[in-house]
């Protein structure tokens, strides 16, 4: 697989969860622009990403043209971080990515003490470290406990 910072993914229509937990995550994660197969490949091939699917006739079908190609068989968000994690997705949260439109973020100045927030350059949406953020983490953590890494 390609340097962690050349990673650009696409997950098909049955994972768009797991895109946006791998956009918290750092990654650049496109989500299809129309339903059919043929079109996902095309548009993988077009933007240079490895498709992420849950189907095995996808995965085969972008095999064979040699689009690289990700199946994930779980179905928990939890198990498919892991199998994110075995493919060399690093485990920590890096708010580089907006959550909805995959734009990237900026830090904001912040004058209200030490919260570190972000905006998206893109849809203006705003991040912040609250307690959803805590959930995440200990999640995360749950999954890199049960894998034995760091």
Known sequence: MKDEADRRFLVDWMLLRLGRWLRLLGQDVA???EKSDE????QAKEEGRTIITRDR?????A????IPVLLIRATKIIEQLAEMADAGVLLQLDPH?????NGPLHE???SEGKTIRWQCKSCKKIYWEGGHWKKMERMLE?????????
Request: hydrophobic share 30%.
């Open 108 to 110: 904001m100045e912040c």
């Open 31 to 33: 989500l299809p622009h």
């Open 142 to 150: 749950e999954v890199r406990s049960q894998r034995g890494s760091p």
């Open 63 to 66: 095999g064979r043209r040699s």
């Open 39 to 42: 079109r996902l490949m095309i």
């Open 97 to 101: 990515r907006c959550t909805v439109c």
């Open 57 to 61: 006739g996808l995965s085969l079908a």
